[in-house]
């Protein structure tokens, strides 16, 4: 099978300034050079803590910030390259719903006129059609027509994130890049909000990459997932692998928050000292070193590479077998 996305080598590095003459000092490496494929139909999570670069990476995929370097791929088109009314093409079949639906929906505007923009803007339809599109989608999403004539701040926050996701359905889009859709709402609107986007990935045939700090949240929906720290992908491999043979010490600690099923299994709890270090001065040799509790001389100066140490499965960790013998 084809992939509908391939990421190659993408780099975002923010310039940071300094003086009178806003002279470049340095760069915050928020994405450092990831390679990532996602296959039609799949589910693929980014996950990591606050600060990894992964909403970077989903942005930066979609182009809302130009990468530094690297490729993004979409049905085989280099993005970089596409003519403007195939970028405006893209840019239909590509959608984002965004962690804070109510900042990203215009207080002013009716739903109805929000829902409708993006039809405009793209010429889809008479305007007839358009209404029409918008009644059917406001429903599929678990809302009623007659919320079309209200405005965002009549609605909850689980609601207005059936919106967002609305807004995102409208042009009937081939990828949803979702960046920590739930982590703003009560854990009890959370669930109906992933069921909702499990329901309508099957009913719109379509593809997503779930962005989020919540392990738990990204095994409810996700076939594969990527952990992410500092800007690079540490481990990638499909859920069940990942969740029964996390062989990075970040995976594992990661993992080890997130609650059992049977509250009776045992688990320790490893506790990551020290905070995430600065994307502006990432730490020599693998940049996990001041924190991994396996950490030898070694890794303070050569980087590991990412390497396949099973199908699918690829961890970035010069003693993987040592951390997977301790699973
Ligand atoms: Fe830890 Fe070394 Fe593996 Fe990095 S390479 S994760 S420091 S054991």
Do not use: W
């Not at 088109?77 to 990203?104: G, H, N, W």
């Not at 990412?306 to 199908?311: A, K, P, R």
């Amino acid at each position: 099978m084809e992939p509908l996305l391939q990421v190659r080598g993408l780099k975002q590095h923010f310039p940071i300034h300094s003086g009178a003459f806003r002279k470049v000092v340095g760069h915050v490496r928020a994405v450092d050079g990831i390679d990532l494929t996602v296959y039609p139909g799949e589910t693929v999570g980014i996950v990591g803590e606050s600060g990894c670069g992964k909403s970077t990476t989903g942005r930066t995929i979609l182009r809302l910030v130009e990468p530094t370097a690297g490729e993004v791929l979409f049905n085989g088109k280099d993005l970089a390259k596409l003519k403007k009314e195939e970028m405006r093409q893209m840019r239909k079949d590509i959608q984002m719903v965004f962690q804070d639906p109510y900042a990203s929906l215009n207080p002013r505007k009716t739903i109805k006129q929000i829902l409708l923009e993006s039809l405009e803007v793209h010429g889809i339809g008479t305007s007839k059609e358009r209404l029409k599109t918008i009644e059917e989608i406001i429903e599929v999403v678990g809302l009623q027509k007659e919320h079309l004539d209200r405005h965002p701040h009549d609605f909850s926050g689980g609601q207005r994130q059936r919106i967002g996701i609305a807004r995102a359905l409208v042009l009937k889009p081939k990828l949803i890049i979702a960046d920590e859709p739930v982590s703003a709402l009560d854990v009890s609107i959370q669930s109906q909000i992933l069921n909702l986007l499990k329901d309508l990935k099957k009913e719109f045939d379509l593809t997503l990459l779930f962005i989020s700090h919540d392990l738990s949240v990204v095994k409810h929906l996700c076939d594969r997932v990527a952990v992410m720290y500092l800007g690079r992908i540490v481990e990638i491999a499909d859920k069940r692998k990942l969740f029964e043979n996390p062989s990075h010490p970040y995976t594992q600690a990661l993992l080890s928050a997130v609650p059992k099923a049977n509250p009776k299994a045992k688990r320790e709890r490893i506790i990551l000292t020290g905070d995430l270090p600065s994307p502006a001065n990432p730490p020599s040799g693998c940049t996990f070193h001041p924190r991994c509790r396996y950490a030898t001389e070694a890794c303070k100066t050569t980087a590991p590479q990412l390497q396949e140490v099973g199908e699918g499965h690829m961890v970035s960790c010069h003693h993987y077998k040592e951390v997977l013998s301790t699973v």
